[in-house]
C-alpha cells in the first residue's frame, strides 16, 4: 500500500480535557506520523467552510457551534494508507459504535463531541490538508 497523508483534527472536547497526548500516542503506536500539527481556535465562519459538505444536515449548526467551543488541533498524518488507518484507529463516528481500543471508544463523550475528525478519502485529505497548512509547514 501506498504511502498517504491524512487530515487529523483533535476536536474542543480532547483539547479541553488534556487528551491531546494520549491520542496522539495511539496513532504514533499505529504506525502513523504527524508531519505538521497547530493548536488553532476556529472562527465560525471557518467551521462553516470547513464542513461545508455538511451545511444541509441537521446536525450542521450544533456541529459548528461545537467546534468553535474551544481550541482544536489540526494535523498532517502520514503513513501507509493513512487514511483507512486513521479512520480505523478513531473508530466509528458514534462512539456508541465504536471498536474496542479504538479513540472514540476510549475518549469521545458523543456522536458530536466524538473527539477526533479524520478524512474520509484521499481526495478529501488533500483539499482538508490545504485548508490549514501550506507546504512549508508539512516536513515529511
Ligand atoms: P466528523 O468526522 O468530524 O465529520 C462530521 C461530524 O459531524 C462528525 O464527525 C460528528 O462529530 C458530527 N455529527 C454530529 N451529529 C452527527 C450525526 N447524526 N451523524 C454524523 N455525524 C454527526
Redesign the pocket.
Known amino acids: 500500500m501506498a504511502t498517504e497523508r491524512t487530515l487529523s483534527i483533535l476536536k474542543p472536547d480532547a483539547t479541553r480535557r488534556n487528551l491531546t497526548g494520549k491520542i496522539n500516542a495511539k496513532f504514533e503506536e499505529a504506525g502513523l506520523r504527524i508531519i505538521a500539527q497547530k493548536r488553532l481556535q476556529l472562527s465560525v465562519a471557518q467551521a462553516e467552510a470547513f ?1 461545508g459538505v ?1 451545511r444541509e444536515r441537521g ?1 450542521f449548526r450544533d ?1 459548528v457551534t461545537f467546534m468553535v467551543s474551544g481550541p482544536v488541533v489540526a494535523q498532517v498524518l502520514e503513513g501507509e494508507g493513512a487514511v483507512a488507518r486513521n479512520r480505523e484507529i478513531m473508530g466509528a ?1 458514534n462512539p456508541a459504535n465504536a471498536a474496542p481500543g479504538t479513540i472514540r471508544q476510549e475518549f469521545a463523550e458523543s ?2 463531541a ?1 473527539s477526533v ?2 478524512s474520509d478519502s484521499a481526495e478529501n485529505a488533500a483539499t482538508e490538508i490545504a485548508f490549514f497548512f501550506s507546504g512549508i509547514e508539512i516536513v515529511g
Do not use: C, K, R, V
Open positions: 464542513y455538511h446536525f456541529l463516528t456522536i458530536e466524538n475528525h479524520g
